[in-house]
Every structure is written in C-alpha cells, then in structure tokens.
C-alpha cells in the first residue's frame, strides 16, 4: 500500500505515461490507450475500493469481473489486465507501491484472431476506386498504392515527409515503433504514382501553402489517421468490398500476399518492422487458410 500523503491517481498516470515514454519511446496513440485504461480502472476503483494507488489484488479482480458484467470482449478486459499490470510494476519498481497487486493474477488465454484482408483482385478495385479527375483521387490513390506496396502502419503513412521518400533508390525511409528506423523498397508502381502525385496534385492540393507533410489536405496540414480511415471506407464502399476492413487491411493484404508468392517469413518481419518473429507468423495462418479455402473451392475430392 502507499504511505499517507500518496499521489492522486491522476497524477500517477500522467507519470506513468511519462515514464513509458521516455523508456521506451512510444506513440501517442499507444500511450493514450493506456492512458484511457487506467483512467477507467481508476473511477470504478475509486468508487468501490481506494483508487489505484489503494488497490489490493481482490479490489483488481473485482474490477476486472465488472468488466465481464458489462459485457466487454474477452481481448479488451485482458488489455485493461495489461495495463493495470505495467503500471503496478513501475509503480512499485519507483516505491511509489510496497506491492504489486496484480503479480498473482493470471491474465486470460485468448486464441490470436487471423488478420482481416483482402483478395489481390479486392486489392485492385479499392486501389482503382479514387477519381483520378481531382487533385484529391491522385492524392489517395498514391497513398493506397504506398500503402500496399510497403505495408507501413496508416500512422507511419501519414506522417511521411518529403525527406523520408527516396525516388532516385525506390525506398521509404520509415520511423516505426519505438522510433525505430527500417528501408522498405517501394516498387515501380508505387513510385510512377508518386512522381504523379507531385507533379499533379500537391502543388494544387497546397497552393502557395507550406507543409511538412508528404500527403497534405487543401487546408495546408497533414491528414488524421481518421481522416484517411474514413476515406478508406469510402472507397471499399465505391469498389463494392463488403468485406470487414480495418485501418491495417492494405498492411495485412501486404504481408497475406507476399507470403502467398513465395517471400521469406523473415523478409515480411523486415518490411514490416516487427521486433519479433512470432507477431509475423500469423500471417502463415492467414495465407494457409486461403490455401484451404482455393483447395476445397477447385479440387474434385475435396
């Protein structure tokens, strides 16, 4: 427990979040998830224990029960777990804590969901959706096409900056995770839609504007991660996809298809910029399960 005169939750959140920062160099969007899971740990456990700064392991697994009784997903209440226990141990690793309530609590076991993707021919009709007639379509169909020829993260798309794009070596220099840095090559196609792109659509896009911004809106600043989710969708709906999409479907289709023809698993973990091997080995699954799928769909005995 604390000692008397201890910090408000808040406050220890706010420096958690610091922490997690500095140590480990996270994003916004990361650390604002675990920002928004503390805080709702720490109202229901201000009203029914003593806040997070009092909590025992039997208040912890009271809140997390409330979270089946309000009928969150398994994966969300085993995020929350997760959050809940990187803050107990820096907590207690700062003194802040004599003890980490959360040490004997198991977190749940959960099956990996495959990646939602898209076939190569759904691929192609999303990417041909954009009207190429306004500065905005050649902005978006660039940004699609970059999208799927790299596999970045739509965050790491949107944040490009004219210096990150190598044209003369047909590469992407990428800032990841972790502000960790990886080359991704481009492609041919990819970079026939860039040159389109600056030579007609920036300079109208921005006027006499300036932006850092490889993909700028009229406005002169650089698209949300929203606004290009939205546009997204939009074009799914225009190519006639009904398939469930997520900000990450062109990275998975990517990764799905670059396995489907033969590329190292090793290689895909490169290019994608995972720390581990095990988080790209779920694309194995992915491109197995479409292998099922085309053998039981042609083959006569199957």
């Not at 009092?54 to 997903?73: C, F, I, P, T, W």
């Not at 002169?220 to 990450?248: D, N």
């Amino acid at each position: 427990m604390t000692e008397s005169g201890a910090e408000p939750d808040a406050v220890l959140i706010t420096r958690f979040g610091e922490a997690l920062w500095m140590e480990r160099g996270l994003s916004e969007n990361t650390l604002g998830s675990y920002r928004a899971d503390l805080r709702d740990a720490s109202a229901w456990l201000t009203r029914h224990a003593a806040g997070l700064s009092g909590a025992s392991r039997a208040d912890v697994q009271a809140y997390l029960a409330s979270l089946v009784n309000r009928q969150l997903k398994p994966r969300t209440s085993a995020r929350r777990l997760s959050s809940l226990r990187q803050f107990f141990q820096w907590a207690a690793r700062e003194a802040i804590l004599k003890t980490d309530p959360t040490a004997l609590i198991e977190a749940p076991k959960l099956g990996r969901p495959l990646p939602k993707t898209l076939s190569e021919s759904e691929v192609e009709a999303l990417l041909n959706a954009p009207d190429l007639a306004t500065p905005e379509g050649i902005r978006d169909r660039c940004m699609l096409e970059l999208l799927y020829a790299t596999g970045l993260r739509v965050s790491e798309l949107i944040s490009l900056s004219a210096d990150q794009i190598g044209m003369a070596q047909g590469v992407v220099r990428v800032v990841g995770k972790g502000n960790k840095e990886r080359l991704v090559p481009m492609g041919e196609e990819a970079s026939d839609w860039i040159g389109r792109f600056l030579k007609e659509a920036r300079p109208e896009l921005l006027g006499r504007q300036q932006c850092n911004a490889f993909f700028p809106t009229r406005r002169g600043g650089g698209m949300t991660r929203q606004a290009f989710w939205y546009r997204v969708k939009k074009y799914a709906h225009l190519a006639g996809i009904r398939a469930p999409l997520s900000p990450h479907t062109l990275r998975h289709a990517f990764a799905t298809h670059l396995l489907n023809h033969g590329a190292d698993l090793r290689v895909v973990q490169l290019l994608l910029g995972h720390s581990s091997l095990s988080t790209t080995q779920i694309y194995t699954h992915v491109a197995r399960e479409r292998l099922k799928a085309l053998h039981a769909r042609h083959h006569p005995r199957a």
